[in-house]
């Protein structure tokens, strides 16, 4: 039952480039929408969210897209940085929270 | 303030015996989630608890796999007669009891190891 779907296992994308990270989900239910950061042998840590009254969160070099109609979310980070190497899980949630397979970035200098 | 606490870090265990991987959530949060990450796989959700409730547990296998959530102490995720499919990183997440739009919080998770 894949309620969350990231259908890019791995993107690859030049420093100072902008990386965009697709996210599809199934419930209409689903209220609040998160990106999950994580790296080798550390749990997920919170990046960015969104509620779905709202269609666009910005945080320094990251912004968070929802467009509720096509049920799909998008991170853009830009510009992106070695450091931002990664594997990005997109979550949404209403009474629980389910996360997509993961997309792992790769930043390359 | 003490972030989601997991142990132990590393499990390892022989085929047949049972694993107990324990989370204490972060203080003041009543809702824990259990998810698995099977080697070059994403995270799968487990079960969703809250205190001395299972909330979900659509993601729980049928059989072998238990999880609570007591009104004291930690969370304990317990995995019954191991088998080398069960080696994974498991990882427990804990919110507030005012989800209202908020964050879950990680733990570093346990890896299992089933030889």
């Known amino acids: 039952d894949q309620q969350v779907k990231q259908n890019s296992p791995s993107l690859s994308v030049q420093e100072g480039r902008i990386s965009i990270l697709n996210c599809d989900y199934t419930?209409?239910?689903?209220?609040?929408f998160l990106w999950y950061k994580k790296y080798p042998a550390e749990g997920p840590t919170f990046l960015i969210s969104?509620?779905?009254?709202?269609d666009k969160n910005e945080d320094g070099r990251f912004t968070v897209f929802l467009n509720k109609s096509a049920k799909h979310l998008s991170l853009h980070i830009v510009p992106s940085q070695p450091g931002d190497s990664a594997v990005y899980f997109c979550?949404?949630?209403?009474?629980?929270?389910?996360f997509g397979a993961g997309t792992r970035l790769t930043v390359k200098p | 303030n003490a972030g989601v606490m997991q142990n132990p870090r590393h499990l390892v265990r022989r085929r047949g015996q049972e694993a107990r991987l324990r989370c204490s959530p972060m203080?003041?949060?009543?809702?824990v989630y259990w998810y698995r990450q099977l080697p070059e796989e994403g995270l799968k959700f487990m079960v969703y608890l809250q205190k001395e409730n299972i909330i979900d547990e659509s993601g729980m296998p049928k059989e072998r796999f238990s999880a609570e959530f007591p009104k004291e102490g930690p969370s304990i995720l317990r995995i019954q007669q191991v088998v080398r499919g069960d080696s994974a990183a498991y990882f427990c997440a804990s919110s507030p009891p005012d989800r209202g739009g908020t964050e879950a919080f990680f733990g570093q998770g346990t890896r299992l190891t089933v030889v």
């Open positions: 203080k003041g949060h009543s809702h």
């Open positions: 979550a949404a949630s209403y009474n629980d929270m389910r």
């Open positions: 969104i509620s779905s009254i709202k």
């Open positions: 419930n209409s239910m689903f209220d609040y």
